[in-house]
């Protein structure tokens, strides 16, 4: 029975999450006399449908802008050679990877009344104040599409790879245009990568928190921020709930319109599509020939501008990544009173500011114990999950799969009032034990999936081998499946690390008062005041995607070198 293994991952879920969001569900509907007051005063309020619909306009914006940038994007970086898109995919992962805080921080330090524009705009005479570029919704926008234009790109680009690129030359080759050709036949075939990266970005836009309360004003709050108001003010559950499961309910909406077979319509789609040329193509097949022979030989001198147009525009959106973050890391390093770009001079005074404050050194020291604490218990029952579930039955494994994927899927303020209702009843808030539970919920989807992809390339005849060479299970699984599999564990150990030390919004619930991490103190540091110091922060956050980079990197690297010295040599 491979699957009890899952019986641990399952036991926490269920115990932190699963029963909590139940029983959450319940009190929306004023269990046990069930009825629907909590949601008739929801929607009875203007104010409440109002910042509904806003979330939803604002979702659905962010959603669009991340699609017409990061699509042309993504197809950029899928034509260029394969140094060129390596080297571009780990720009985007750097961004991915840094915490969406520090992102935010990075546009008020740019966008602020003191900023870094408006600053160049007065020092040149252009203006005589400042413009208001902060606190208004193009400010959310920015910073929204900042967040997630990377989780956009990268599906984008792995839907494109798997397109065989011959279908566009068959394409071209009947006489089509290269738009035609794109619009007819590549297009088609990348709408899975569209599909998935817009539900991603749409659904974690949903539960938006961060930004909104940071980079808008009154009017551009989102049904996040108003529940979190809400959980701090009146504690009234059954209208918490209520608002809670509204925001789920259009998550799921959306989840079942368009999460649907993906590859199944992208195949559908495009068949018709290359059957109509091939038709015309049999009426036209002499002259298509002699128009398409004539065009192969013909020098291509008017592809230039195409190309460098999209040079510029990726140039663009990298510097638009990657800027912000930049621009933080060199302003901790000035030496003035105030951030100021350029510096006036090269100090360390703000990291030492970190480092000699008790409040700032024992906020990191509480996340980094609370990261270690959360890598060792979600890696362990996630990848026993994953191990389970790789031999499970395929019906099974897919249920069991996206009900341990939910506290990933589901917006984060819902994870985090549920969450809290668990560890209430455990009596676990305020806690570091409640912490690291509620942030391994999340942890274990991540290593999750990564260990089940390094599983899903996993040849089992290796391990029959093992066996019938007297391998007991233990032996087999500690000398053969582990060491293949080490690089998906370690990297599910990284991104649950990533996961647990970049977490704010959950933690500011179950966190308590005196339980304080180093992002939550960062947060109350940017909303109070603009502290230089938090530069410094800042930049240690932008430099561990780096470091986690360098780790993926070693692991697989070890790995590949590892499988090629046991590869038997062949017989002369």
């Given amino acids: 029975m491979p699957i009890a293994l899952t019986g641990p991952a399952l036991a926490v879920l269920l115990v932190v999450f699963g029963i909590p969001i139940v029983q959450l569900f319940l009190t929306s509907f004023n269990a046990p006399a069930f009825s629907t007051g909590n949601y008739k005063a929801f929607f009875g309020q203007p104010a409440n449908v109002r910042v509904l619909f806003q979330t939803i306009e604002i979702s659905v914006v962010a959603t669009a802008i991340c699609l017409l940038i990061g699509y042309p994007t993504a197809y950029l970086i899928v034509a260029a050679s394969k140094r060129l898109r390596m080297a571009l995919i780990v720009l985007v992962l750097v961004p991915y990877l840094t915490s969406g805080l520090v992102v935010t921080y990075a546009w008020i330090v740019i966008l602020g009344d003191g900023g870094l524009i408006n600053n160049l705009l007065v020092d040149h005479g252009l203006i005589s104040s400042p413009l208001p570029l902060i606190y208004n919704r193009m400010a959310v926008y920015i910073g929204m599409v900042h967040i997630m234009l990377p989780m956009m790109i990268l599906p984008l680009v792995s839907a494109m790879m798997g397109i065989d690129k011959s279908l566009m030359a068959a394409a071209r080759s009947m006489g089509a245009r290269p738009a035609t050709a794109f619009w007819r036949v590549f ?15 749409f659904v974690v836009c949903l539960g938006f928190y961060i930004a909104p309360a940071a980079l808008g004003g009154l009017g551009d709050a989102m049904l996040s921020t108003f529940i979190a108001s809400q959980v701090r003010s009146s504690f009234d559950m059954g209208r918490v709930a209520a608002s809670a499961f509204v925001l789920l309910a259009v998550a799921i909406v959306v989840l079942s319109m368009v999460g649907l077979d ?134 099974l494994r897919s249920f069991l799969t996206m009900a341990m994927l939910t506290p990933i899927t589901f917006p984060v303020i819902v994870v985090g009032i549920a969450t809290y209702l668990g560890l209430l009843k455990l009596g676990l808030l305020g806690s570091m034990t409640g912490i690291v539970l509620a942030h391994t919920i999340g942890a274990i989807g991540y290593v999750l999936v990564i260990v089940s992809a390094s599983l899903a390339n996993f040849d089992p005849q290796l391990e029959q081998a093992a066996m019938s060479m007297r391998a007991g299970p233990l032996q087999t699984f500690m000398r053969v499946t582990l060491p293949l599999i080490r690089p998906g564990i370690i990297g599910g150990a990284v991104f649950a690390f990533l996961h647990s030390f970049d977490e704010v919004v959950i933690t500011s619930l179950v966190g308590g008062i005196s339980m304080r991490t180093l992002p939550l103190k960062m947060w109350e540091d940017i909303r109070h005041q603009i502290d230089p110091t938090i530069a410094a922060v800042a930049t240690l956050f932008i430099l561990l995607p780096l470091v986690v980079l360098m780790i993926l990197f070693v692991a697989g690297w070890r790995s590949t070198l590892g499988l090629q010295r046991a590869r038997p040599v062949p017989a002369a």
């Fill in 187 to 201: 297009f088609p075939l990348s709408m899975p990568g569209v599909r998935s990266g817009c539900l991603l970005v």
């Fill in 262 to 395: 993906l590859s199944g319509t992208s195949r559908r789609t495009a068949q018709p599509s290359l059957k109509s040329w091939h038709r015309l193509g049999e009426f036209f097949i002499s002259y298509r020939a002699k128009r398409w022979i004539a065009q192969l030989y013909r020098a291509g001198g008017d592809g230039r501008w195409p190309q460098l147009v999209g040079i510029m525009f990726l140039a663009l959106v990298m510097f638009y990544l990657l800027f912000p973050e930049v621009l933080v890391v060199i302003m901790s390093f000035s030496a003035g009173k105030y951030l100021q770009f350029p510096p006036s001079g090269f100090s360390l005074q703000w990291y030492e500011s970190f480092f000699g404050d008790p409040s700032w050194y024992a906020a990191a020291w509480m996340s980094i114990q609370i990261g270690f604490m959360v890598v060792i218990l979600s890696t362990i029952i996630g990848t026993l999950a994953a191990f389970g579930l790789n031999r499970a039955l395929p019906r």
